[in-house]
């Protein structure tokens, strides 16, 4: 009897151990433990072990993809690899003067128009209107390509150039661009040979071979008078010196820079430092407009600090620090700033 009552508790208490052991079990798979919870659970339900930053771009995600404007090593472009360049940098302001801008703001057609007073009062619609009956009036840049890569040269006309064998280097750019008098023949070692773009006041204009863009940098309204007269009737020969009466040059290729973005320079990037910025500036912004890749040539002093041309013998000659118009160091910041931040690429000369 007593044999009997003991086996009799040891299996209720067997039994009230399977039950407990059940109900425990039971209990953990309603928490969810990972380690219960059945395969591919963990790809269905992501646990954040960190918090998420907008700053971080991810790599295995579309939309947190890094973005590329083009197919070049390094784009000007791209955003968020320099804060600065992308706090100053408007993609949607076009360089070139065209039929579908013809209107300036009040601003900056105030800003533009005292930069060289004019006595004469022009109604610029119909000055622009005759301009662009002569030649196309339009853009021929389109917007970024993922697919492309435009590298560009901005060929200066610093005397550190002499010497140095870039030629061939600048030669391989699909766009060249050179300002003013910047001659080549008898240069072609160090400055190249070939031109894509030259950008020109009516004061400096030569006649150019077929295959290059002219660029008008006006600072009037008698400019655009002028280039409409040269490429026409040759009514014009002065301005405030005396011009070319007729110009040479492909007018399917003449392009008119844009005071608005001239303006653009002048308060965002050289930040009113100078009455205006130099040529240098233009033709280097309107190429970090245009192009998807850009390397600059013939910038700044030469290695003894003297500013002067590359054709020229006197090596103390040049004018450009001491005129007051630019300011050379703060747009020399800009320059390596502009390196710096991965933009451009500087070819230091001697």
């Known amino acids: ?13 067997l039994a009230l151990l399977f039950f ?19 395969p591919g659970w963990e790809m269905a339900h992501r646990v954040k072990l960190v918090p998420s930053y907008a ?27 320099s804060d600065w360049f992308d706090e100053n940098y408007d993609p949607d302001i076009s360089p070139v003067w065209t039929r579908d ?12 128009v005292m930069l060289q007073p004019q006595f004469k009062p022009h109604n610029m619609q119909q000055v622009l209107s005759k301009l662009f009956e002569v030649i196309p009036g339009r853009s021929p840049y389109g917007s970024w390509d993922p697919a ?20 061939r280097l600048i030669d391989g750019h699909q766009f060249i661009m050179r300002m003013n008098l910047a001659p080549t023949l008898g240069y072609e070692e160090d400055a190249g040979s070939r031109t894509s773009h030259h950008f020109m006041y009516p004061e400096s204009a030569k006649n150019l071979p077929a295959n290059v863009s002219f660029v008008l940098v006006p600072f009037k309204t008698l400019d655009l008078l002028w280039i409409t007269s040269a490429l026409s009737t040759g009514q014009i020969r002065f301005t405030y010196a005396p011009v070319k009466q007729f110009l040479r040059v492909d007018k399917d290729k003449v392009q008119i820079y844009n005071p608005a973005f001239f303006k653009y320079i002048h308060e965002r990037w050289t930040k009113h430092h100078g009455r205006y910025p130099s040529t240098g500036m233009l033709v280097l912004f309107f190429a970090l407009h245009v192009c998807d890749e850009v ?12 500013w002067h041309h590359y054709w020229e013998q006197n090596r103390y000659a040049g004018e450009f620090r001491k005129t007051g118009v630019h300011d050379a160091d703060f747009e020399a910041q800009i320059i390596n700033s502009l390196a710096e931040a991965g933009k451009i690429r500087v070819f230091r000369g001697k």
């Open 101 to 112: 801008n013809i209107q300036l703001p009040p601003d900056v057609y105030y800003w533009w």
């Open 148 to 167: 492309r890569c435009q590298r560009c040269a901005v060929v200066g006309n610093s005397g550190n150039l002499r010497g140095v064998g870039y030629g």
């Open 55 to 81: 700053g971080i771009r991810r790599l295995d995600s579309p939309e947190g993809a890094l973005q590329r404007t083009c197919a070049c090593q390094s784009c000007v472009g791209d955003p968020g690899v």
């Open 1 to 13: 009897m007593r044999c009997s009552l003991r086996m009799w508790v040891l299996l209720a208490s």
């Open 295 to 306: 390397n600059v040539f013939g910038f700044g002093a030469d290695s003894r600090g003297n």
């Open 20 to 38: 407990s052991s059940l109900l425990f079990s039971l209990s953990l798979r309603g928490a969810s433990l990972p380690y219960l919870d059945p």
